[in-house]
């Protein structure tokens, strides 16, 4: 499976943004997709997760009731709303290789490149 992530950008605080992740090869549509992020000096987290029905969907804490996640034919999107200066990060699309939801970096097998999410207070 390859994944590309677009969809960044800079915005102010309070701002929209949505995200796309566009997947080729592989049979990723049977298979849970998720959103990861790394802002400067941090390590990776978890963002967001959706099974391969779109119908099941997980997210953290810092970013639940503001972001959704969906997926459709090829891509998975995440939409932003009420952007925060601290979601500031590079935001990384992955593939699992089953359908179950899961929230650790390596529960997933593919990974797109990321894309920069800056948002100014």
């Known amino acids: 499976v390859q994944l590309q992530a677009s969809g960044g950008g800079t915005v102010q605080a309070g701002g929209s943004l949505r995200l796309s992740c566009a997947a080729s090869g592989g049979t990723f549509r049977r298979y849970a997709m998720g959103w990861f992020r790394q802002a400067p000096g941090q390590s990776r987290e978890f963002v967001a997760t959706?099974?391969?029905?779109?119908?099941s969907t997980y997210y953290s804490n810092s970013v639940k009731g503001r972001f959704t996640i969906s997926r459709e034919m090829n891509t998975m999107y995440l939409q932003m709303t009420s952007l925060e200066p601290e979601d500031t990060a590079v935001y990384y699309c992955?593939?699992?290789?089953?359908?179950?939801?899961?929230?650790?970096?390596?529960?997933?097998?593919?990974w797109g490149q990321g894309t920069q999410v800056t948002v100014s207070s």
């Open positions: 992955a593939a699992r290789s089953t359908d179950d939801l899961a929230y650790r970096e390596y529960n997933y097998r593919s």
């Open positions: 959706v099974d391969s029905s779109g119908r």
